[in-house]
């Protein structure tokens, strides 16, 4: 199926596309865009490990502020701001080298699924986790991380109705909000987000509503109504309302089982392993959302259940029945560890076939030999 994407928003529009259009002149043109995409999430990857060693369990800004080097903050802007640029040029460059191609469409938006997830997980170590004085809930950053999450599933589900990915407002405007944020803890140290900034707010206050604010009442009435727009114009994908929500089944059960994981923890698993947790959210969501990326790019039907919810509900199962007892950390690692593993090697898997079955290279422009 041929790629459309549509974005209408001012500040891509009038202030970043400009100046994509220059670094992308730097690039080399022997360059595969499917490489940039990769540094690309291989910078977020970076950054999220760094951060995560010197702040493990989100607490370094509140309780013990300066746990976390000054240079980590402006390294975090530096590759935010890379990986945005990459992810941006990666489309313009593969026009440019006219080297489109399916693989390529997947490969961006199946990293950018992950990539949602780690750039939200990192920026939580800016307003660090409530230690009664300041901080966000680890509560607060599961309601958040699941909002952003919503948001990019409400863009590919629209796009699986309409056939066109209409770019949410909110992705430009988030990266350079993260990336401002970043230069202002570096410059002026995490104390910025612990002083009222209006009327006894905070800062990270502001985000929150910012962000549920722009979910709630932009993106998600902007897909409804690009999706009734299709249907009134007799473009959708999809003949039967069954076959439209289908995509839904799986993310909405996710977020079941997770939150009742969350709220029914009895070893209270949230506010011990935030890190871990919230990083299983990000592959398993991650996952799920690959699938109906493929699905499509493909025009085939999603499974009604991922496989990764049987797993996970016998381990919530066993969670909230007290089956685990002390044990519930422990399993949480082991499934982290094999989701993240199975998710690896899923999109290893379908990144091969994709290049022998389109007879392309993934990382260069060289054309395979024809057996």
């Known amino acids: 199926s041929q790629y459309s994407a549509v974005d209408t928003n001012p500040l891509s529009v009038y202030i970043m596309q400009p100046i994509w259009n220059k670094i992308i002149k730097i690039v080399p043109l022997w360059i595969a865009p499917n490489l ?25 800004s509140g309780t013990s502020p300066g ?8 390294f975090s802007a530096f590759t935010t701001f890379c990986a945005y640029a990459l992810d941006s040029i990666d489309g313009k460059h593969a026009r440019r080298t006219q080297s489109s191609t399916p693989l390529g469409e997947l490969f961006d938006h199946g990293l950018d699924s992950w990539a949602t997830s780690i750039f939200v997980l990192s920026f939580f170590s800016v307003c660090s986790r409530d230690n009664g004085k300041t901080g966000v809930s680890v509560y607060t950053m599961y309601i958040y991380l699941s909002i952003v999450l919503f948001n990019f599933m409400c863009s590919h589900w629209e796009k699986y109705n309409t056939g066109v990915l209409f770019l ?60 009734h727009r299709a249907h009134l114009k007799k473009t959708l994908k999809n003949n039967s309302l069954y076959e439209g929500l289908l995509p839904l089944v799986s993310p909405l059960l996710l977020f079941l089982l997770l939150t009742v994981w969350v709220v029914l923890s009895p070893g209270n698993i949230l506010p011990k392993q935030p890190r871990l947790f919230l990083w299983m959210v990000g592959v398993a969501f991650s996952n799920i ?21 049987f797993p996970l509900a016998l381990v919530v199962y066993a969670a909230i ?22 998710h690896l090697h899923y999109g290893v898997c379908v990144g091969r076939q994709l290049s022998e079955h389109l007879n392309i290279y993934i990382f260069s422009l060289k054309k395979r030999v024809q057996e």
């Open 36 to 60: 940039l995409t990769f540094s690309g999430f291989v910078m977020i990857l970076v950054n999220y490990f760094l951060i995560s060693f010197y702040d493990w369990d989100y607490t370094a």
């Open 168 to 227: 949410p407002w909110g992705y430009d405007i988030s990266q350079v909000v993260l990336i401002a944020a970043y230069l202002l803890t570096g410059a002026l140290g995490v104390e910025v987000w612990q002083k009222p900034f209006l009327f006894g707010y905070y800062i990270t206050d502001a985000l929150v509503i910012l962000l549920i604010g722009f979910s709630l009442f932009l993106s998600f009435p902007q897909t409804l109504y690009n999706i």
């Open 321 to 342: 029945s007290g089956l685990l007892g002390r044990t519930e950390e422990a399993v949480l690692m082991v499934l982290t560890l094999l989701l993240t593993a199975a």
């Open 289 to 309: 959302i690959c699938k109906v990326i493929v699905c499509q790019m493909s025009s085939t039907q999603p499974e009604l259940f991922h496989w990764f919810l």
């Open 67 to 74: 746990l976390v080097p000054t240079w980590v903050w402006l």
